[in-house]
């Protein structure tokens, strides 16, 4: 039998909801051949302001950083090809998808409704946009204690 996935994309960030995409990625990676893509979208810095004042990270400083968070997490998992991009992570994470002929993409899903408003909704955009079928990762909850 073919490999139903033969490409899937693992879209990661620095959130501890990304540790169950991981495991769920590299789970159906295990079933059967193919490339496994962790790519992490790193967006342009905000500035943080405090009065009159404005700082900035610099974007090089920030793409350093990603890079090396994106290559530890994928020194974990043989075979994983990592991606670093730049932009707004919806609409990059669809280009990523459209250029690599990926046939599954695995991100989290789990910002309230603030955040989607505020941030954007990275899930609902890419499920409604991306050129292939996605799976959507929510958080495990939490155990409850006796």
Same mark, same amino acid.
């Given at each position: 039998? #073919? %490999?139903? @996935? %033969?490409?899937? *994309?693992? /879209?990661?960030?620095?959130?501890?909801?990304?540790?169950?995409?991981?495991?769920?990625?590299? =789970?159906?990676? #295990?079933?059967? $051949? !193919?490339?496994?893509?962790?790519?992490?979208?790193?967006?342009?810095? +905000?500035?943080? @302001?405090? !009065?009159? @004042?404005?700082?900035?990270?610099?974007?090089?400083?920030?793409?350093? #950083? *990603?890079?090396? +968070?994106?290559?530890?997490?994928? %020194? *974990?998992?043989? !075979?994983?090809? $990592?991606?670093?991009?730049? !932009?707004?992570?919806?609409?990059?994470?669809?280009?990523?998808?459209?250029?690599?002929?990926?046939?599954?993409?695995?991100? *989290?899903?789990?910002?309230? %409704?603030?955040?989607?408003?505020?941030?954007?909704? /990275?899930?609902? @955009?890419? =499920?409604?946009?991306? =050129?292939?079928?996605?799976?959507?990762?929510?958080?495990?909850? =939490? $155990?409850?204690?006796?």
């Amino acid at each position: 039998m #073919a %490999a139903p @996935y %033969a490409r899937i *994309a693992c /879209f990661i960030d620095h959130d501890p909801v990304s540790e169950f995409v991981l495991a769920e990625a590299v =789970a159906l990676r #295990a079933l059967s $051949p !193919g490339e496994l893509h962790l790519v992490h979208v790193a967006q342009t810095p +905000w500035p943080i @302001y405090a !009065g009159f @004042y404005g700082v900035v990270v610099p974007i090089e400083d920030a793409l350093t #950083a *990603a890079r090396e +968070w994106l290559d530890q997490q994928a %020194a *974990a998992v043989p !075979g994983a090809i $990592p991606t670093l991009m730049e !932009g707004w992570p919806p609409k990059a994470a669809c280009e990523f998808v459209r250029t690599h002929e990926i046939d599954l993409v695995v991100a *989290a899903a789990h910002r309230g %409704a603030v955040e989607r408003t505020f941030l954007g909704g /990275f899930a609902s @955009y890419v =499920a409604y946009h991306a =050129a292939c079928s996605v799976l959507l990762v929510h958080p495990q909850p =939490a $155990p409850e204690s006796a």
